[in-house]
């Protein structure tokens, strides 16, 4: 954690589990409160790049705005971030990931294992580009003063492809 007049930064870790609770990989991701503006890394939405770990990768763009005041109905700023892969400095392939159609759907509360949280719940659209183009759908609910409570992704027919949920706050 770092602050400063204007701004607060944390570095949170995270870990994926699979529907049997097996883990399928950790890491981490910045979180940044800059001028009442609450700033997600979009790293968070590229999962399962352990494969890559033994080569280079270059990150560009990647950051998504929550506003310190939302209300159901408004539309939030897009984002999108490329992920350059490389070996031996030659570009082997580019990853682009768009996020569109950021809406704040309603205002709910929401139980986890970690407690019970007034959330922004906000839809989302996602575009992959790797080889081809990826469409999928998302939706989060984040309660003020603690983040990200669920993520819900949903592939292109509308099936829930899979979910994260705040399980403890330490």
Request: net charge negative; charged share 20%; proline share 1%.
């Amino acid at each position: 954690l770092t602050s400063s007049a204007s701004a607060v930064q944390a570095t949170v870790q995270i870990e994926h589990f699979d529907a049997k609770k097996q883990s399928t990989g950790s890491g981490e991701v910045v979180l940044k409160c800059e001028n009442g503006v609450f700033y997600l890394d979009m790293q968070s939405y590229l999962q399962g790049m352990e494969s890559y770990e033994d080569m280079e990768l270059t990150i560009e763009g990647g950051k998504l705005a929550l506003p310190a005041s939302m209300k159901a109905g408004d539309m939030l700023e897009n984002g999108d971030m490329t992920m350059t892969v490389s070996a031996g400095g030659v570009k082997i392939m580019a990853i682009t990931v768009t996020i569109s159609n950021r809406r704040v759907e309603a205002v709910e509360s929401l139980t986890t294992p970690a407690g019970t949280f007034e959330c922004y719940k906000i839809s989302y659209d996602v575009a992959t580009k790797m080889m081809g183009t990826q469409q999928t759908k998302g939706v989060e609910w984040y309660a003020r003063n603690i983040g990200l409570i669920r993520q819900e992704t949903y592939d292109a027919k509308g099936k829930l492809a899979g979910y994260t949920l705040l399980t403890a706050v330490k």
